[in-house]
């Protein structure tokens, strides 16, 4: 069971502005200021001693994504790609994703 804690409400608050981000800003470049801050934001409050592993997750696991998009066709594609077919938000959307479900785990594990 999910302990209550404030590391809990951070990871739910984490994950609603993030939602709120995608579902407000339509403008890639909006969009990728605002989870940057997000992601950084996140590392900060939730974990910073790991930050060089969330910086790789924040590019393998995008960069991931484009690979299997290519090879698998017609899965899935973005309206608005900027770089390889996908945006440039997804680095740190990624990256926030990953830290909330280390976050999850964490607390889940004790």
Do not use: H
């Amino acid at each position: 069971m999910i302990k209550i804690t404030n590391k809990t409400i951070g990871i739910v608050i984490i994950n609603c502005l993030a939602f709120l981000i995608l579902f407000l800003f339509q403008s890639n470049l909006v969009r990728t200021l605002a989870l940057s801050v997000l992601f950084i934001s996140s590392v900060y409050i939730l974990d910073k001693k790991n930050l060089l592993f969330y910086l790789v997750a924040c590019i393998g696991a995008p960069l991931s994504e484009a690979v299997i998009m290519k090879i698998s066709k017609n899965v899935w594609e973005y309206k608005n790609p900027n770089i390889i077919g996908i945006p440039y938000w997804l680095f740190p959307l990624w990256g926030t994703v990953i830290i909330c479900w280390v976050g999850l785990y964490e607390i889940y594990k004790q």
